[in-house]
T-cell receptor
């Protein structure tokens, strides 16, 4: 069974569109995250979400919004997509917010044309 | 910004031990050393972590110097599947992931040669 899954694996869309990426974890973890890996391969935290507490990296534009329908899911909504949003987005989870052992999903490659 | 320094790339022969160094000279007393790796086109994978003592698990060993300013990740018998980018990450004990997330640097691209 996949521990952290993401859909879709690939997403190609036009500038200005709104899109969502879904993430689910079946590990019973309390905390979930979204990371962005750009073309230079730098991996940066975007959000962490624990017990309905959202912590946002201050550099993330407000066009990006995570939504958690329940503890096992943390979806990423992106409005008004821009060319610079093209990247691979990884979802991750950890048992507790203080736990540095995180389990990552396989990633979603977003291409904005 | 990452608090660690790693060589950009290393080669290792298949079957030999791969020793990956990491410098973290500004580490503070409440910070752990974590190691992750990222195989091409996959998500990062946790390997091991430690505070002061050396650690070993089924994947690797972690050797931390007594002054904690550097560490070495050891893959005892490298295989071709160990080819990946290896990240050394320093993170506070009580904020391991939640508050700030993990800060990944550039890592070391380890290439296992047949």
């Amino acid at each position: 069974d996949t521990a952290v899954s993401q859909t879709p694996k690939y997403l190609v869309t036009q500038m200005g569109n709104d899109k969502s990426i879904k993430c689910e974890q079946n590990l019973g973890h309390d905390t979930m995250y979204w990371y962005k890996q750009d073309s230079k391969k730098f991996l940066k935290i975007m959000f962490s979400y624990n017990n309905k507490e959202l912590i946002i990296n201050e550099t993330v534009p407000n066009r990006f919004s995570p939504k958690s329908p329940d503890k096992a899911h943390l979806n990423l909504h992106i409005n008004s997509l821009e060319l610079g949003d093209s990247a691979v987005y990884f979802c991750a989870s950890s048992q507790f917010s203080t736990d540095g052992e995180q389990f990552f999903g396989p990633g979603t490659r977003l291409t904005v044309l | 910004d990452a608090k660690t320094t790693q060589p950009p790339s290393m080669d290792c022969a298949e079957g030999r031990a791969a020793n990956l160094p990491c410098n973290h000279s500004t580490i503070s007393g409440n910070e752990y050393v974590y190691w992750y790796r990222q195989i091409h086109s996959q998500g990062p994978q946790y390997i091991i972590h430690g505070l002061k003592n050396n650690e070993t698990n089924e994947m690797a060993s972690l050797i931390i110097t007594e002054d904690r300013k550097s560490s070495t990740l050891i893959l005892p018998h490298a295989t071709l599947r160990d080819t990946a980018v290896y990240y050394c990450i320093v993170t506070p004990m009580y904020s391991g992931g939640g508050a700030d997330g993990l800060t990944f640097g550039k890592g070391t691209h380890l290439i296992i040669q047949p």
